[in-house]
């Protein structure tokens, strides 16, 4: 992070602690960010600790996960209501839905620090970004969430108890000292974004209303950025299904901001470069990313001519999203390096 960040101090207004459990939950992973899409997520794990009996428990089934739950005066979290009450429903946690696409426990207090956040932004202030989870942790502590594999259930379980820690550290701060990010690109999306936070995803990109969309605003079809005779059909990036089109006039990709016009990249064939070994092409593609809940990122991948051997090729791929931080570097075609 940079030190010309700046900050907000926003007051924590919670001290409970009798009946106070924090949480967090760790599901699979699907490409669909509604509010269906969150419900359809399959539960992995979840871990908890409790103020009653200063105890971490881990859960790989939902049954007594939800038991616990449910024994609580209060439940911490860190966009629980944006996604981990939504997800929790189906496995039997009683919740209603409270504003737009969020949801709360029903007879159980919520605390969501990021819903806090939200909360005490100025309504109509769309230039800031929500706070990651691992942005706040930062932000207090000068430490970052540790990458895990979502695949390996035992790095899953590791990360989700790093998740509670962090959590649980945030709530027990009297002042939250919040980094204050610009938004990468404008909200085109009304002005109840920020203000009742109504149609978002987690903490970053907006759901986009199937069907809804003013089509004097946001047209099915566009000009191809690239020749600006091509038109691109727009329906499936609007609706943050795809993050790239063809051009049918002048065969160009263009690479779009999931859910948006805005272009992050445009790949020309005239412009391509190729491996000598494996002729496979080379190529950089950039791709935002919402995080699923933990905040903005991008996912940088492509193909590389080897550095050892000049002959061959690698495959790499750098995803810088906060809680999903990775990197993978494939071995040469040609020397194996």
Same mark, same amino acid.
């Given at each position: 992070?940079?030190?010309?960040?700046?900050?907000?101090?926003?007051?924590?207004?919670?001290?409970?602690?009798?009946?106070?459990?924090?949480?967090?939950?760790?599901?699979? &992973?699907?490409?669909?960010?509604?509010?269906?899409?969150?419900?359809?997520?399959?539960?992995?794990?979840? +871990?908890?600790?409790?103020?009653?009996?200063?105890?971490?428990?881990?859960?790989?089934?939902?049954?007594?996960?939800?038991?616990?739950?449910?024994?609580?005066?209060?439940?911490?979290?860190?966009?629980?209501? @944006?996604? =981990?009450?939504?997800?929790?429903?189906?496995?039997?946690?009683?919740?209603?839905?409270? +504003?737009?696409?969020r949801c709360i426990p029903t007879s159980i207090k919520s605390c969501d620090i990021l819903h806090?956040?939200?909360?005490?932004?100025?309504?109509?202030?769309?230039?800031? !970004?929500?706070?990651?989870?691992?942005?706040?942790?930062?932000?207090?502590?000068?430490?970052? !969430?540790?990458? &895990?594999?979502?695949?390996?259930?035992? =790095?899953?379980?590791?990360?989700?108890?790093?998740? +509670?820690?962090?959590?649980?550290?945030?709530?027990?701060?009297?002042?939250?000292?919040?980094?204050?990010?610009?938004?990468?690109?404008n909200p085109r999306w009304g002005t109840d974004y920020d203000d009742d936070l109504q149609n978002?995803?987690?903490?970053?990109?907006?759901?986009?209303?199937?069907?809804?969309?003013?089509?004097?605003?946001?047209?099915?079809?566009?000009?191809?950025?690239?020749?600006?005779?091509?038109?691109?059909?727009?329906?499936?990036?609007?609706? @943050?299904?795809?993050?790239e089109v063809e051009c049918p006039e002048c065969e160009a990709t263009i690479e779009f901001v999931?859910?948006?016009?805005? +272009?992050?990249?445009?790949?020309? !064939?005239?412009?391509?470069?190729?491996?000598?070994?494996?002729?496979?092409?080379?190529?950089?593609?950039?791709?935002?990313?919402?995080?699923?809940?933990?905040?903005?990122?991008?996912?940088?991948?492509?193909?590389?001519?080897?550095?050892?051997?000049?002959?061959?090729?690698?495959?790499?791929?750098?995803?810088?999203?906060?809680?999903?931080?990775?990197?993978?570097? @494939?071995?040469?075609?040609?020397?194996?390096?």
């Amino acid at each position: 992070m940079s030190k010309k960040i700046s900050y907000e101090q926003i007051r924590n207004p919670w001290n409970m602690r009798e009946g106070v459990i924090v949480f967090d939950i760790e599901t699979n &992973h699907n490409n669909d960010f509604s509010l269906q899409g969150k419900k359809d997520r399959e539960f992995k794990c979840a +871990v908890t600790f409790s103020y009653d009996d200063g105890q971490y428990r881990v859960f790989k089934e939902s049954k007594p996960f939800i038991e616990q739950l449910k024994t609580a005066k209060a439940l911490v979290t860190y966009n629980g209501e @944006g996604f =981990d009450y939504i997800v929790l429903e189906k496995f039997g946690l009683p919740v209603e839905q409270d +504003v737009g696409n969020r949801c709360i426990p029903t007879s159980i207090k919520s605390c969501d620090i990021l819903h806090e956040i939200q909360r005490s932004r100025e309504r109509g202030e769309f230039s800031k !970004k929500y706070p990651s989870l691992d942005e706040m942790i930062y932000s207090h502590y000068e430490a970052h !969430k540790t990458p &895990h594999d979502p695949d390996d259930i035992k =790095d899953l379980v590791l990360h989700c108890t790093e998740d +509670v820690k962090f959590t649980k550290m945030l709530y027990e701060e009297e002042i939250w000292n919040v980094p204050v990010f610009k938004r990468t690109s404008n909200p085109r999306w009304g002005t109840d974004y920020d203000d009742d936070l109504q149609n978002v995803i987690d903490c970053a990109l907006p759901i986009s209303p199937e069907g809804k969309l003013d089509k004097e605003k946001y047209p099915d079809f566009i000009p191809c950025p690239n020749c600006e005779k091509g038109s691109l059909l727009m329906y499936e990036v609007l609706r @943050g299904r795809v993050g790239e089109v063809e051009c049918p006039e002048c065969e160009a990709t263009i690479e779009f901001v999931s859910c948006s016009y805005d +272009v992050c990249g445009i790949y020309r !064939k005239e412009d391509a470069q190729f491996c000598p070994n494996c002729e496979e092409e080379l190529i950089t593609r950039n791709q935002p990313h919402s995080g699923y809940g933990a905040g903005a990122g991008c996912i940088s991948s492509g193909r590389k001519i080897c550095q050892t051997c000049k002959e061959g090729c690698y495959e790499w791929e750098k995803d810088d999203t906060p809680g999903f931080r990775d990197r993978y570097v @494939g071995k040469c075609c040609f020397c194996g390096e």
